[in-house]
């Protein structure tokens, strides 16, 4: 396997701007994972995708953030019109479930860096 | 609502010196508890599951524990390269629940040489 991969690894927008990010899963595994991650704190759950149903989202996820997963491999978040709050660690993570197989251990990525000026 | 508590905070040991790192969790029921490395700027890195109570797993200078309430992570003569966050979370089986993993705020460990 060769893990999970994000792209970019860092980014910096003004606010209002839009940004997309996207994660590339470890193959054949088929739930893909958003956490967001602020210094100091955890990370803290955004949405999940099984193959390319989106799941489930928290409440944590405004309406200005999307997120697809169109073929059921790479998935992308899009953040529109960007706050100052939104800067954070963007991770992703990708399991499979016990029915693909797998033990539903979810493994990260590197995160993408987002800095919202 | 899944809870995980995360104890202390902050941590330094010099290097040999043992310690245990606390992790406090609520759920409505347990589908699995989690252990990871977190180094700075990186994604966290899986370390270990747990699944029920007296379940204990070890890799290398650390060994997981868990009980109805809480895990440890029992850290034996730790390196310096041991020096990371260590985060604690948590997977319930509550509708709530779903397939998240709700995270606890981790222990920074700093070894010193």
């Known amino acids: 396997d060769t893990g999970v991969s994000q792209d970019p690894r860092h980014k910096i927008t003004k606010r209002g701007q839009n940004v997309t990010f996207r994660c590339d899963p470890i193959s054949e595994h088929n739930r893909l994972y958003w956490y967001r991650q602020t210094l100091g704190q955890g990370p803290e759950f955004l949405t999940y995708f099984q193959n390319e149903a989106q799941l489930e989202k928290s409440r944590l996820l405004s309406d200005r953030f999307s997120a697809e997963r169109p073929k059921g491999s790479f998935s992308t978040l899009e953040i529109q019109r960007t706050e100052q709050g939104d800067s954070a660690m963007y991770l992703c993570?990708?399991?499979?479930?016990?029915?693909?197989?797998?033990?539903?251990?979810?493994?990260f990525g590197p995160g993408t860096r987002l800095t919202v000026l | 609502e899944d809870q995980v508590t995360q104890s202390p905070e902050a941590l330094r040991l010099q290097e040999g010196e043992s310690s245990s790192l606390n992790c406090s969790y609520t759920?409505?029921?347990?589908?699995?508890l989690f252990w990871y490395r977190q180094d700075p700027g990186k994604g966290p890195e899986f370390l270990f599951t747990l699944y029920s109570a007296g379940e204990e797993k070890e890799k290398e200078r650390l060994k997981a524990t868990l009980t109805k309430k809480e895990s440890f992570l029992h850290i034996t003569a730790p390196k310096p390269e041991d020096s990371a966050t260590y985060l604690c979370a948590v997977q319930g089986i509550g509708e709530t629940s779903g397939s998240r993993l709700t995270f606890g705020e981790g222990t920074q460990l700093t070894v010193n040489p």
């Open positions: 993570a990708s399991s499979a479930t016990r029915l693909a197989g797998g033990t539903d251990t979810q493994y």
């Open positions: 759920v409505s029921g347990l589908r699995g």
